[in-house]
RNA sequence: GCCCCCGUAGCUCAAUGGACAGAGCAGCAGCCUUCUAAGCUGUUGGUUGUGGGUUCGAAUCCCGCCGGGGGCGCCA
């Protein structure tokens, strides 16, 4: 099979087929319907996995669910579901023989599994990856449109190691969703508003103004300090004298006094806010950059305050909301309308008694927004677990207020991210800065670079250090399951060895070493003229793993789950390694078969980068 | 009191109704004159917090309990 072959297959995929063997899969499954039909078996589903365990490579399904059902329908004649599982999976075997595209198929303990002829699945496999190259496992156009919404940090404080937690995984899965064939929209929506915001402004105002750094990081960070030290100034201490309390009320007078004028609109005080905010931005938008995450749509909370409040009348209008300013605030008692008995959604406040808004007015503005505006059919939130009840509020007053797509809003929570030493605290200087685990990260790798690879040009050092960082950071975090909490131990999150990022990326480097050996060495236009039936066991595991990538890719893409790439990234880079100690490429035995195996690494390198590339893991030439 | 999340090997985590609960780290034993040893191979280590239930089949679903974290009318 040549260039025909290739094409054709290529063509099959992308037009329908999206995990590889649907074509074959449907093939037996319509003989196995029929063989039901023929056998007054019920037509319950079946569910395709690969065969565990056996080393050779194919499909399997079981049959307890049709033979629970049969027992069900009273025509079991006493036969327990396990043996009857097993004389149905025998029957079906024997209805299957000569299946084009398998060698053999056998019934055990219930299960009927289907080995594949290795040589033509093999050659289908490799020239699909081959053929769509850097598309290869993505899937077919969608006709739904997904905003992502995440990284969401505020202004006038500086990034941290948890607002990274939420900005690759937010990343990831808009990669992810993307690639599974939804149109996706990147949205960030940075607190640029609130108290907390007011406090920097006041401090720096009253006791630092002029004195910023100018260096982008090191102004960011200085922003952070200023919030330390201003709330420090505003709390109340134990034993605090009569003069300390004064004062502390005398500064909290004017912080309140600078909130109102801003409220109101006041020139210099909203020019101030709009300088220091931007210094934020620009820490933000070069953390960003150095993320390689691009944002398509950047909603401010400050531009969804005034709309938001017109919300607020039209609820109160249609007798969701009640208002009871003066004395009290505009809320909806979610529970009672739902006609709950007990307390779930609560009551939720959707505007103070003083007419001002909250997180949860602004949230419904901004829903909004994305349904007209931008015509969203999801919306996904990337956001800490702790604003749980938060987003079942927002999300059921959308609903009350009868926005359709409220049902697909889906709060993505993740587990919040502490150190060793406890919880993060901005006010006890107890922070892990981005910027300062980034340095790290780079001055670890390079000490990495020197002492393992020291022919390694200075010229490219940098750029590789940034690669092999930003992925042993990335992988560290996506590979732990977002609803858990997480501990963040420098050591850990920046470990080169075994189930990490440069682990992968020294497979793609593993890879590229042989593939520019083979150029180097004229090799690599040798004629292929296809893989043998004779694969090793080695060859045969890696082409399998590379098989259920465009699976693995919907299957994360519907459960909105980047942990499952970062798994199957790590089986398939597992299964190169193996392959690349085990099976000589440049020195097989004979010219037909170095060509075969010269197909497989370049494929093998295709699924790396594509897969690395949805965990948002760049990987270098060399390393 | 109510709601949400978590409890799996010494540690960090996978496996969300299917076959023997898997990896990494740590430990132990091997493998670099051969395509990058940031690697490979072997090995030690588990009554899946606990008690019931549903099911042919449960770490996974349901109920109770224990332990940890978070949240609950005018913070974000």
Redesign the pocket.
Known sequence: MGIIGATFFATVFILGEETMFEVEQQAVEAKIRSFFAENDIPQVEL?W?A???SGEWGI?T?F??AA?AE??AGKSRGV???LR?QEIAEAAQKSLEGLPGFSRGEA????L?LYFSTAQVTQRVVESVLAAGSRFGAGNPRQERVMVEFSQP?THHSFHIGHYRNTILGESLARIVQFAGFETIRASYP?DL???VITVLWAYEKFYKGQEPQEIHARGQWLLKIYAEATNLLTAKENETPAEKAQREAYDAERREMYRKWDAGDPYIRQLWQETREWSLEELRDILRMMDVQIDEWFF?SEVDEPSKRIVEELIARGIAEDERP???V?V?IDEKLGLT???Y??A?IL???GTT???TKDLALAREKFEKFQVDRSVYVVD??????F?QAFKILELWGFKQAEKCHHL?Y??VSLPEG?MSARRGRVALFKEVYDEAIAR?LA??AE??PNMPQEERLG?AQK?GMGALAYSFL???N?????FDVN?AL??????G??LQ?AV??A???LR?AEAEGAAGEAFTGFGDDLTPHEIALIEQMSRFPAAVQQAAEEYRP??LA?YA?ELG?AF??F????????AENPSLKAARLQLVRAARVVLTNALWLLGVAAPE??
């Open positions: 569910k996995t065969i565990p365990f399997s079981s307890f669910a629970a027992a069900k327990p579901v396990p599982a055990v303990k219930g299960y599994n505020n607190g609130g108290l907390g909370e004395a009290g605030p809320i008692k007990k307390e779930k609560r009551t406040v103070r008694s003083d909250l997180y949860l677990n702790r604003q749980s009840l938060h079942m929570a587990g919040f919880a790798v990495v670079i393992k690879n590789v092999i590979s732990v399951d609803n858990k909490d997480m501990v850990d470990s080169f060895d075994g189930r990490t440069p682990y020294n480097v593993r590229n070493s042989i050996k942990l499952l798994s790590y597992n390694h193996s690349y100690h085990a099976v000589p490429v440049l020195q060399t390393m």
